[in-house]
């Protein structure tokens, strides 16, 4: 963590590109069925962009598409492109593993390995080999940290991560993501399962995250939307509707279909 | 119509609600019948066990269990070499079967083509719809000769330092029975943890690849150890078929009472013994002693299973929650 960061600051926008994670003209199918067309976004590093738009829009699609995640399904089409941290997703030279590594990926629901809470955070770690063995205990406290999750849990690492409460859990499995120092954080929905006070911890969490890191974050939660982000695309059957700045998505949208949307009109 | 209907929908009401509480009775005492049957079962089995194995435990007490000799006429039983034969053959058939079946299991799960699973898996369950009768058959007419003219031969000239793979060569052997036992036990064991590690949600899959795993990575750092717990239990089930096997066994293990290091030698089990010689046991000593095998064949089978429950605890304990697969 602290070579990244103290890289970044020695040498800013130099080491890390200013545009973190862009799409052109990207499309992707399940089989015969289209689901994403022709999405063109931009993200800048170090931004936290909301993706909003009604259920079955595209959003997770277009999440699992950035660390191809959807390779896992037979069938599945693209065309266009994405880049991340400087890697073209799906070129046939793109590594995988390093791509997945620069990715990182929060669920809808969390899902830490039945593994002690220590092994959950050091698990990118000693998979990808980051760092020597003996500086992985430094690394995980350091995760646990910056997932504001070190004071809960420092007393009890080497208890199972499945006896925490779901809120732990998901703050968890981000400092289990950043455990591989990512360039790129992907949360799809990381809070529809959580409480209102999980929540708001989470949030606060994205607020701390971005310093570091360039977050896409899928909700359902327009206030939430609202509140942590400061760019919100708009997704709606398969299309980028509307991206622009939250603040003036959501006081004066440009399509009707937008406002029609984070007014509660439909979705 | 309308006058009736309070009343209708009153005293039929009633008379069903009456009739589910006696329904529930009854469904309630016949359970807690079968219930208590089936430890009433088992003990009167330990206790026929007991009552007939009575004059040799008088007789040769606990003699019996570390004794070597096994000679009717002479009214001389020991049945350690059976017990050795029980277990070595199960252990035989395990160090086989574990790995193989595993590896099936996984490479059906997690790599092979969706349209290949269905019939491979059915394929292997039907191994084990097979009477065990004819796998011994089987392993006289194809298994050991092929044993003894290739695959034992083999084995001692590439791990003949080992005592294990040492001495003559006559076919039947507990390497033969511990093979055929293999074979047997691997679609339970087999289709056991496919199951279990089906069960697997997706969603640990996808935190192993997306933290940069491959997919032999994630199946080997995130699904097996989710589905460890099941796992065990599904190779304990295989352990305890192992254990009472008794056809396939009997014909191909030599059937000598011998306890020896090498694996070509041949051997004995317990259940082998007893349904070789219960037809024919002469004397009541002699009945009396089988009786008293069968008696610590049931006792060795309760302490492996009871050690292996306690392994699963073990395991279970230490994968840290999740993944009860049983
Ligand atoms: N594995 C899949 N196979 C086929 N179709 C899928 C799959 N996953 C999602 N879809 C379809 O793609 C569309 C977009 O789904 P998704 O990206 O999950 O939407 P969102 O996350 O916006 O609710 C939906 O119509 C959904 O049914
Ligand atoms: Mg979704």
Redesign the interface.
């Known amino acids: 963590m602290t070579a990244t960061q103290a890289d970044r600051e020695a040498a800013p926008g130099t080491s890390a590109p200013e545009v973190a994670l862009e799409a052109r003209a990207f499309s992707f199918s399940y089989g015969p069925r289209q689901t994403l067309f022709d999405i063109s976004i931009r993200m800048q590093a170090r931004s936290v962009t909301a993706i909003i738009g009604p259920s079955g829009c595209g959003k997770s699609t277009f999440l699992r598409s950035v660390n191809r995640m959807n390779d896992l399904i037979p069938g599945a089409g693209y065309q266009g492109e994405i880049r991340v941290a400087g890697m073209s997703v799906f070129d046939p030279s793109t590594d995988l593993v390093t791509l997945r590594r620069q990715v990182g990926m929060v669920f809808q629901r969390p899902n830490p390995f039945p593994k002690t809470i220590f092994d959950n955070v050091a698990y990118g770690p000693r998979l990808n080999a980051l760092v020597p063995r003996r500086e992985i205990p430094e690394v995980v406290e350091q995760c646990l940290r910056q997932a504001a999750l070190w004071d809960e849990v420092k007393d009890r690492l080497d208890q199972p991560a499945t006896g925490l409460s779901g809120g732990q859990q998901q703050r968890l499995c981000i400092a289990r993501a950043l455990g591989n120092r990512p360039e790129v954080l992907l949360m799809d929905e990381p809070c529809s399962a959580l409480d209102p006070i999980a929540t708001q911890k989470i949030e606060e969490l994205i607020f701390e995250l971005k310093q570091q890191y360039t977050i896409v974050i899928v909700t359902h939660n327009m206030q939430q939307a609202a509140r942590v982000s400061n760019m919100t695309g708009f997704f709606d059957a398969g299309r980028l509707i509307e991206f622009d700045a939250t603040t003036q998505i959501f006081t004066a949208p440009k399509h009707e279909r937008t406002e029609a949307y984070i007014t509660g009109r439909f979705g | 119509m309308t006058a009736g209907e309070p009343a209708i929908t009153e005293e039929p009401g009633a008379a069903v609600l009456q009739g589910r509480a006696v329904g529930d009775t009854v469904f309630k005492a016949a359970l807690t019948i079968a219930v208590l049957a089936v430890p009433a079962l088992l003990g009167f089995l330990v206790w026929e066990l007991w009552v007939g194995s009575r004059l040799a435990i008088e007789r040769y007490g606990f003699d019996f269990i570390t004794g070597t000799t096994w000679d009717p006429v002479a009214e001389e039983f020991g049945a350690l070499p059976l017990i050795v034969g029980t277990l070595t053959s199960a252990a035989v058939a395990l160090v086989i079967a574990v790995p193989l079946s595993l590896g099936v299991a996984i490479y059906l799960t997690e790599f092979s083509p969706?349209w290949l699973r269905q019939p491979v898996a059915f394929v292997i369950e039907l191994l084990a719809a097979i009477p065990s009768v004819v796998y011994g058959l089987w392993g006289i007419f194809v298994l050991i000769p092929v044993l003894k003219d290739h695959v034992f031969p083999f084995l001692r000239d590439t791990l003949g330092f080992l005592p294990l793979f040492q001495g003559p060569i006559y076919g039947n052997s507990m390497l033969a029975a511990g093979i055929i036992l293999a074979i047997m036990v691997m679609p339970y064991i087999m289709s056991v943890s496919r199951e279990v590690l089906m069960a697997v949600?997706a969603?640990?899959?996808?935190?192993?690849?997306?933290?940069?795993?491959?997919r032999w990575?994630a199946a080997w750092?995130?699904v097996v150890?989710?589905a460890r717990s099941g796992i065990v239990g599904a190779v304990i089930l295989g352990l305890g078929r192992a254990l009472g096997e008794t056809m396939a066994v009997t014909m191909l293990i030599g059937n000598r009472h011998e306890i020896a290091a090498s694996l070509f030698a041949p051997g004995y089990t317990m259940a082998a013994v007893i349904a070789n010689e219960f037809t024919e046991a002469a004397s009541d000593i002699h009945y009396a002693a089988l009786s008293y095998v069968a008696l610590s064949l049931f006792v060795v089978t309760v302490i492996v299973n009871g050690l292996a429950r306690i392994l699963i605890w073990r395991v279970s304990r230490g994968?840290?929650?999740?993944?009860q697969g049983v």
């Not at chain 2, 994968?319 to 993944?323: E, S």
């Open positions: 969706k949600p969603s640990q899959r996808e935190a192993a690849l997306g933290l940069g795993a491959t990575e750092t995130a150890p989710y994968q840290a929650g999740g993944g």
